[in-house]
């Protein structure tokens, strides 16, 4: 049997864990991940992984030590571990190009948004809106990975059998919407998605679970630049000279 032991560390969770189930690992508000090895580095290099757009999800889950079903994390807590797993496989210093000029930063700088423990009931993935121009009442949840991969499907089979355009927008409300003025039906929610929801609700809607999901404020000033972007995740993000080697 091999001596030999793969240091880990823990990871602090944006949502600390308060979106999640009392029965579900992920409720501690952390996980623990083991440092980045070259078999990371070959899951980060196999085409066929970054063809299919599953590199970044395979190597996560190869560095997450705790025994979780990846399919619930909310895509904020996504964030927060692949920034660790950037830092613990890389380091700390990130450089990327804007703009035409390389930039830098330190990704130890990052902070968790803050958050709205006020307005989460402790275990739910729920929250209450009010459409502002309607003024009708909803409840919507924070997107978690597995409900991006069924909205990816989804919008994959759209492109297949409609050359219209994409449905992306009304597709992602149809999976963020928990009910609307109570009614939980998902054949009610579509209706009211595609023929009822205002641009201006919608809009508004969109705004206000961007300001109160859990993630990490990603956003980053350029040097001279008065205005913030967002730093960029891919996989260059965890090997700046992917593709030259």
């Known amino acids: 049997m091999s001596s030999f032991t793969l240091p880990t560390e823990t990871v602090e969770l944006p949502s600390k864990g308060l979106l999640y189930s009392e029965d579900s690992p992920l409720s501690s508000g952390k996980i623990e991940m083991k440092y980045m090895t070259a078999k ?15 590199v970044l999800d395979r190597l996560m889950k190869s560095l997450i030590v705790s ?50 423990e006020d307005l989460i009931i402790k275990g739910q993935n729920e929250f209450e809106f009010e459409l502002p121009t309607s003024g009708n009442n909803i409840t919507f949840k924070i997107l978690t990975h597995g409900d991006e991969m069924q909205i990816n499907q989804e919008l994959e089979s759209f492109k297949k059998i409609s050359k219209e355009g994409s449905a992306e927008l009304t597709t992602r409300l149809r999976y963020m919407i928990t009910s609307i003025e109570g009614n939980r039906e998902k054949k009610a929610i579509k209706e009211f998605v595609e023929n009822y929801l205002l641009a ?17 404020d990603l956003s980053f000033f350029p040097r001279g630049s008065k205005n913030s972007i967002n730093i960029p995740i891919g996989v260059d993000f965890f090997w700046p000279d992917f593709g030259k080697r």
């Open 40 to 54: 990371e580095e070959d899951i980060l290099t196999n085409s066929s992984y970054i063809a299919d757009g599953t």
């Open 67 to 116: 025994s979780i079903n990846y399919n619930d994390l909310i895509i904020g807590d996504k964030n927060a571990i692949m920034i660790a797993a950037r830092i613990l496989g890389y380091g700390k210093d990130y450089t990327f190009n804007f703009g035409g000029s390389e930039q830098t930063v330190d990704l130890t700088t990052l902070e968790n948004k803050p958050l709205r």
């Open 200 to 216: 201006r609700d919608s809009r508004a809607l969109r705004e206000y679970i961007l300001e109160i999901q859990p993630d990490v």
